[in-house]
């Protein structure tokens, strides 16, 4: 079993910068892949960033060149650095792990309660 914590989330205004963090325990050994994904109310839950063994990254588009994911040495927490905030991206943002054997078997893996990042002015 996996437990992810978020935090980090709030308030900011346009244009700011926040940064997520996802605290792991239990059987980290076992997770390949990381993810941030969000949700807007009344939208479907989206793929923000994800961060596989070895370092490679994926974005969605709307945020390239904005949110960076990324790994502590001992790899027990994964960040997401979101700069440059804006109105739009304002959801609940929830913290994912996923095994190779989970992602080949189309399972959801662990999930965090999430944490709230509101933007506006």
């Known amino acids: 079993q996996v437990q992810l914590v978020e935090s980090g989330g709030g308030l900011v205004r346009p244009g700011g910068s926040l940064r997520l963090s996802c605290a792991a325990s239990?059987?980290?050994?076992?997770?390949?892949?990381y993810g941030w994904y969000r949700q807007a109310p009344g939208k479907q839950r989206e793929l923000v960033a994800t961060?596989?063994?070895?370092?490679?990254?994926n974005y969605a588009d709307s945020v390239k060149g904005r949110f960076t994911i990324s790994r502590d040495n001992v790899g027990n927490t994964v960040y997401l650095q979101m700069n440059t905030l804006r109105p739009e991206d304002t959801a609940v943002y929830y913290c994912?792990?996923?095994?190779?054997?989970?992602?080949?078997?189309?399972?959801?893996?662990?999930w965090g309660q999430g944490t709230q990042v509101t933007v506006s002015s």
């Open positions: 994912n792990a996923r095994s190779f054997r989970d992602i080949l078997e189309g399972n959801v893996g662990y």
């Open positions: 239990g059987t980290i050994s076992s997770i390949n892949a």
């Open positions: 961060l596989i063994s070895g370092g490679t990254t």
